[in-house]
């Protein structure tokens, strides 16, 4: 069965610290891979996405994320964090071919940052 | 620019009881997806509907079943309400599907608690 795994549940950095959020998908077709994020209080938004292409992909709020096809991986990094970003953060994954429309996602990963 | 509505915001039904959840979509999209979101948990796929009709299932039991409308809006049913049920339940809507490169934007969710 497909599914998305997100190794780390709790993050905590101080601001102006680097971040990596690992993501690991079981799909062995092609793929469509998203990041969102959960601001507290708020609804899931797109962070960014990746159809095809370049598999180092830019989002919003200075985060990107690359595609290692070979690791199944779709790790979100940012290079500097701010307090604004403690948020919860969910990989998802859909099969990147028609007859499926699902999202599959992660457990989440919840990030607080410390002023 | 309207996003993707949902009512009631919260809800609190008791074991046994049947419920039904609102949903209207992003203007101009045509494709609605509901997902159960359990605390802790990432977003679970419960069905898409498109034209009227279910397109697609995830594991969910009959207890759960729904209807679009002619204006695309949705609403998601669940009967005999079991205390599992409690979850965020969130609408995503999606614009008109022309192939595999779509992204579903979603609404704020509806917090059902079951006692």
């Known amino acids: 069965a497909q599914s998305v795994s997100q190794h780390n549940h709790h993050v905590i950095l101080s601001e102006a610290a680097s971040l990596e959020l690992g993501c690991n998908y079981s799909?062995?077709?092609?793929?469509?891979l998203f990041w969102y994020v959960q601001y507290p209080g708020q609804h899931l938004q797109l962070l960014l996405k990746?159809?095809?292409?370049?598999?180092l992909v830019k989002g919003i709020k200075g985060f990107e994320a690359e595609f290692i096809k070979s690791k199944f991986s779709f790790n979100l990094r940012k290079p500097s964090v701010q307090w604004s970003d403690t948020a919860e953060y969910f990989c998802a994954v859909t099969p990147g071919t028609s007859g499926t429309y699902k999202y599959i996602f992660g457990t989440g990963t919840r990030l607080k940052v410390l002023a | 620019d309207a996003g993707v509505t949902q009512s009631p915001t919260h809800l609190i039904k008791t074991r046994g009881q049947q419920v039904t959840l609102r949903c209207s979509p992003k203007s101009g999209h045509d494709t609605v997806s509901w997902y159960q979101q359990a605390l802790g948990q990432g977003p679970q796929f419960i069905f898409q509907?498109?034209?009227?009709?279910?397109?697609q299932r995830g594991n969910f039991p009959d207890r759960f079943s729904g209807h679009q409308f002619p204006n695309y809006s949705s609403e998601l049913n669940v009967n005999a309400l079991l205390l599992g049920d409690s979850a965020l339940y969130l609408c995503?809507?999606?614009?008109?599907?022309?192939?595999?490169?779509?992204?579903?934007?979603f609404g704020p969710g509806t917090r059902l608690t079951v006692t």
């Open positions: 509907y498109y034209e009227e009709e279910e397109r």
């Open positions: 799909y062995g077709g092609t793929v469509n």
């Open positions: 995503a809507s999606s614009p008109i599907f022309s192939g595999p490169f779509y992204e579903q934007y």
């Open positions: 990746y159809f095809s292409g370049d598999p």
